[in-house]
């Protein structure tokens, strides 16, 4: 079956990539009194309220000696992490359970965006002159995926399931969600799941067009993009991460009362026309979490098998990031 070959790829490279990252990790954690965060993002609308945090001199101004950096891909973050190149980075929930699911002493410290069903931030495109007009059209077909196993995937396996659409057919490439387009125009796939900014841009050109929203089969509310710290470096600088999630949850307040406003942030970070940012359907925004913001994410990834067993969300969250 699909899923089943999705979940033995995306464990043997998670696998893989947790023994490299426990032989990376250094022996001791550095501490100064105002010590350098470092922190990686990708190129994604959740990553906003850092780059705002960063650029807008909120970081600065609470005397936080903060790097955004922007980085390839969840699997070079962690290896960042882990390695002590980076203190904290940003991916998708799912990336990061897989990894501590592993024994790789990773904990969630904070959240950066809530996907939201009322006014969803990813959606699967086809081709806007494309034959398919329904779920089932896409029996036998090649989609893309940023990696195998990830969110996307795995969402996108849910929804057709849940939709009676028989997915062993389906067969998954990896391809990065910028390159996904022109892969479409070029019939090397019929349909990608797409976050944004990169899902406004490509709907705002004309060429593609929504055929549904995957993210949908988790659940209506669920933490869509998290930040992460090793483990001993989160429990010896408990008080510099308030710090930070303070100053953080105010580029997040901020951010989401002037998603215009600080677009044209996002659009020279990743790399697209400034003229397609106020188009972006953007997350709910918020730091603080809840167990409940993970959970559905922790039990779809048990349910297809890229992880062993379903676990509690609380046992994965650093108190300091809990809801309260």
Known sequence: MMRSTVARCASAAVLALSATLLAAMPCAVAQSDNPLIRVGTGPNDPSLPLIYGDKGGVFKRASLNVEVSRQATTSTMAAAVLGGSLEIAQGSGLGAIQIIAKGVPLTLVGNLALYNADHPDTALLVLANSSIKTAKDLEGKTLAGVALGDLNSISTVMWLDQRGVDTSTLKF???????????????????????????????????????????????????????????????????????FLRALTEASTYVASHETEVGPLMAQFVGLDPNAMPQVHHPDRGVAMAPSDIQPIIDAAAKYKLIPKAFAAQDIICSCALRK
Request: hydrophobic share 45%; charged share 20%; proline share 6%.
């Open 173 to 243: 490439v990896e391809i990065p969600a910028s390159a996904s387009l022109a892969a479409m125009e070029q019939n090397r796939i019929e349909a990608t799941t797409v976050y944004e900014p990169f899902y406004s841009a490509f709907v705002a050109t004309g060429k593609a067009r929504i055929l549904g929203y995957p993210y949908d089969a988790l659940g209506r509310h669920w933490a869509d993009s998290v930040i992460y710290a090793r483990t001993d470096w989160a429990a010896a600088h408990g008080p510099l991460i308030g710090r």
